[in-house]
């Protein structure tokens, strides 16, 4: 693979293994990364709902944020409850902006009351760390950590394959973390995901994830997925994707992610865009992301207008594809509040055609989580 | 079949007198992956050479699929619609898109047949 000298392509721990594969290798947030194996998107994506697929991550960031208070200031950052956050436990947020809108999207994890885990989106994790260093580096010790891997392990059958290698896995709940051996290998792992199914995610040394993933996969129904379904699954689970669904000039509030934010934070305040996202609650937002439902069978992509009956434009569609295991075209989109109800008639304008859809319930297909 | 003539956009064209049948070739099936939906022409539609005729879309990524020939389209291929995946099944020979009744042949003198689109899917490997 060549790459220009003016846009260097940075390679995962788990390069060689995704070429072994078969892996069909694209730039992605400035890594190469595997799109797809040579089962292709389709039947990862199924086999994922139906068995469990090995994700690398490994391009996003990993934080730890450790010192006294540092729930106390990462509170100052995010508008999630990160103080009230138990012990082992994990929490999705976002960092926000002096205009409420969203410059990120993370899961934070504590594992110590001084000690916390974050991780971040490829694309944003240097500005991430930037900001963080800028606005509490004083306070607390902000470390990018650069020596591991990620690994996701998703779908219905990932925990009695991983009990073969870790016993201890399998007493985890859902968006709780913890220090466990897998095949002797220390890892950090939270029972988390982006697929709506049951998994964890594995942080490990670099050293040994070349050996525990082949480890992983070895395991009976594991298989290798890549982007592209990790991309359609998390669409189908109704998730955001950052830089799609959530930027700088969305609030979390207009993104339908109002239930990030507890009852404290959401009076107290005291993040980034605070006034205006206290406004938004207490009046409700001009817009909002609500799932869409095509009524044909044409997919219509991110960008697509769409229009109320009489054709005037009501906003785009900010994920939209086919759902390999809805069986349908499903999407997401930004709607006035006026038309967010479900149900609410709505047209997509597909290479000049108005197609007929309606606003629809998230997520598409039901999130199937280990709660215990 | 020997007959196809292929453009660089992976379309195949079969001819017969002055009809022709128009896909996409196996190696464009397989970059695109798996096929969920496709639109083909109306009868009656007049393309010229080049222009977008049908669309066809993978999990991933929408499509356009260019008319390897200027003519008036006899019949879009329902059963691809009905059933998408028979465009990787059989990009070739079932998974056809159209037929069209072609208003000027010596077009086909521009396309490659299958020993130099075989030559070109070399070059872009």
Known sequence: ?372 | MSDKRFTKDHEWVSVTGTTGIVGISDYAQHALGDVVFVEVPDAGRVLAQGAEAAVVESVKAASEVYSPVSGTVIAGNQAIVDQPGLVNESAEDRGWFYKITLSDPSELGALMDRAAYDSYLKTLE
């Open chain 1, 1 to 372: 693979m060549t790459a220009s000298p003016d846009t260097p392509i940075l390679t995962v721990p788990l390069d060689t293994l995704h070429r072994g594969l078969g892996g069909k290798m694209v730039p992605f947030a400035g890594y190469a990364m595997p799109v797809q194996y040579p089962a292709g998107i389709l039947t990862e994506h199924l086999h994922t709902r139906t068995s469990a697929s090995l994700f690398d991550v490994s391009h996003m960031g990993q934080v730890e944020i450790t010192g006294p208070d540092c729930a106390r200031w990462l509170e100052t950052l995010v508008p999630g409850d990160i103080q009230g956050l138990g012990i082992g436990k994990t929490r999705y947020t976002v960092f926000t902006n002096d205009q409420g809108g969203i410059q990120d999207d993370l899961m934070v994890s504590k594992l110590a009351p001084d000690r916390l885990f974050l991780v971040i989106n490829a694309a944003c994790k240097r500005a991430d760390f930037a900001h963080m260093q800028a606005m509490i580096g004083d306070k607390v010790s902000v470390r990018m950590i650069e020596d591991r891997a990620l690994l996701a392990l998703q779908g219905p059958l990932a925990a009695s394959a991983l009990a073969a290698l870790s016993p201890e896995a399998a007493a985890m709940t859902f968006m709780s973390i913890a220090e466990i051996q897998i095949a002797d290998v220390a890892c950090l792992a939270t029972r988390s995901g982006y697929t709506g199914e049951d998994g964890w995610e594995l942080s490990v040394p670099v050293t040994e994830a070349e050996a525990l993933a082949r480890k992983l996969l070895d395991l009976p129904g594991v298989m290798p997925a890549g982007l592209g379904a990790r991309d359609s699954l998390r669409l189908e689970a109704g998730l955001c994707l950052y830089g799609s669904d959530i930027d700088t000039a969305t609030t979390p509030v207009e993104a339908n992610l109002s239930w990030i934010m507890g009852k404290r934070r959401r009076t107290e305040g005291g993040f980034p865009g605070a006034a205006i996202i206290q406004k938004q609650l207490a009046e409700g937002p001009a817009r909002l992301r609500v799932g869409i439902q095509p009524l044909g069978r044409a997919p219509a992509r991110a960008h697509t207008e769409i229009t109320d009956a009489a054709g005037n434009r009501l906003g785009e569609i900010c994920s939209g594809g086919f759902g390999p295991s809805a069986d349908r075209p499903i999407a997401m989109g930004y709607v006035p509040a006026a038309f967010a109800a479900i149900g609410t008639p709505l047209k997509l304008v597909v290479r000049g055609k108005a197609l007929d859809a309606h606003v629809c319930a998230l997520p598409f297909v039901p999130h199937r989580y280990f709660k215990g």
